[in-house]
């Protein structure tokens, strides 16, 4: 048998087989560091309307106008408040008790642009991550036959697909996962399937990640702002310091997303010159 020269071993892994996940950890880190930002940003605006919040019932406010494109409903906030605030026209003239109104609903408006702001910015974000992470996990499955590794339960497409199914999504991610650090950390590389003995390595992490995941997607801002009534201005407060919470909240699986994703990332890339040192070995003793 001739011997295999380290190009032949190069093209042979590279082209189509092994394919580096750096480029797509390093997307997925830029992702994840914009919406850290923008968590970072949702939670200074979820605290800067709680402190204004605080101040209003410090005044004795016991609501806050939901609408304040509605004279109608501004009037009754007036009404019910005890601002002399009586009419439309009074409303439109912006003076007096009427200025105050409109001033607390100005500042509840801004509070919501901000927030549909930056709810926009995240929603792409977001959709953003979700493809470059799944194109990562599905790297890195197809990675595994040109790594010396057989016996895994997921293929590459099922890697991917277990992720959008209702339910099975809650655990089986977890699965795949450590499939996939099990099979790429494993040092073994005369035996493609040693690496199914043993403990996954990061085993304990990667249950952390994905169940904060799924809890900051199930009890996140969103949640929050569906479910926890605004009926009065307690409510409102209530809700602030929720949200500023879960806005903070969000971070923790952001970064241990990163954790997880450069953990894989890197192991393959050992896995890798394991491999290549092996053929290099082979090569020389032929």
């Given at each position: 048998m001739g011997?295999?020269?380290?190009q032949?071993?190069?093209?042979?892994?590279?082209?189509p087989?092994?394919?580096s996940?750096?480029?797509?950890?390093?997307?997925?880190a830029?992702?994840?560091s914009v919406?850290?930002?923008?968590?970072?940003?949702?939670?200074?605006?979820?605290?800067?309307m709680?402190?204004?919040?605080n101040d209003?019932k410090?005044?004795?406010?016991?609501?806050?106008p939901?609408?304040?494109?509605?004279?109608e409903?501004l009037?009754?906030?007036?009404?019910?408040?005890?601002?002399?605030?009586?009419?439309?026209?009074d409303?439109?003239s912006?003076t007096?008790s009427?200025?105050?109104?409109?001033?607390?609903a100005?500042?509840?408006?801004?509070?919501?642009?901000?927030?549909?702001?930056?709810?926009?910015?995240?929603?792409?974000a977001?959709?953003?991550?979700?493809?470059a992470?799944?194109?990562?996990?599905h790297?890195?499955?197809?990675n595994?036959?040109?790594l010396?590794?057989?016996?895994?339960?997921?293929t590459?497409?099922?890697?991917?697909?277990?992720f959008?199914?209702?339910?099975m999504?809650?655990?089986?991610?977890?699965?795949?996962v450590r499939?996939?650090v099990?099979?790429?950390?494993?040092t073994?590389?005369?035996?493609p399937?040693?690496?199914?003995?043993g403990?996954?390595?990061?085993?304990?992490?990667?249950?952390?990640?994905?169940?904060?995941?799924?809890?900051?997607?199930?009890f996140?801002p969103?949640g929050?702002?569906?479910?926890?009534?605004?009926?009065?201005?307690?409510?409102?407060?209530?809700?602030?310091?929720?949200?500023?919470?879960?806005?903070?909240?969000?971070?923790?699986?952001?970064?241990l997303t990163?954790?997880?994703?450069?953990?894989?990332?890197?192991a393959q890339e050992?896995?890798?010159?394991?491999?290549l040192?092996?053929?290099?070995?082979?090569?020389?003793?032929?």
């Amino acid at each position: 048998m001739g011997a295999i020269t380290e190009q032949e071993m190069s093209t042979s892994l590279d082209q189509p087989g092994y394919r580096s996940g750096r480029t797509l950890f390093m997307a997925i880190a830029g992702i994840v560091s914009v919406m850290v930002i923008l968590a970072l940003a949702l939670a200074w605006v979820d605290s800067r309307m709680l402190n204004e919040i605080n101040d209003y019932k410090s005044a004795g406010l016991t609501i806050l106008p939901s609408n304040a494109a509605n004279p109608e409903e501004l009037l009754d906030f007036a009404a019910t408040e005890g601002f002399a605030c009586d009419s439309i026209e009074d409303l439109f003239s912006g003076t007096g008790s009427c200025a105050n109104v409109l001033d607390i609903a100005k500042t509840v408006n801004d509070y919501k642009s901000d927030q549909s702001v930056i709810w926009a910015c995240i929603f792409f974000a977001t959709i953003a991550l979700i493809v470059a992470f799944t194109m990562f996990i599905h790297q890195a499955s197809s990675n595994l036959k040109h790594l010396r590794t057989e016996g895994q339960k997921f293929t590459p497409g099922w890697a991917v697909g277990w992720f959008f199914i209702p339910l099975m999504n809650l655990y089986k991610p977890i699965g795949i996962v450590r499939e996939l650090v099990k099979a790429s950390g494993a040092t073994d590389t005369k035996n493609p399937a040693a690496w199914q003995n043993g403990n996954p390595p990061d085993g304990l992490m990667i249950s952390s990640w994905w169940t904060l995941v799924i809890f900051a997607i199930l009890f996140g801002p969103r949640g929050i702002a569906v479910f926890v009534g605004r009926d009065n201005i307690s409510d409102w407060a209530a809700a602030g310091r929720l949200l500023v919470w879960s806005d903070l909240f969000q971070v923790l699986p952001l970064v241990l997303t990163v954790i997880v994703v450069f953990r894989l990332q890197r192991a393959q890339e050992i896995r890798r010159q394991l491999v290549l040192a092996r053929q290099t070995r082979a090569g020389n003793n032929s």
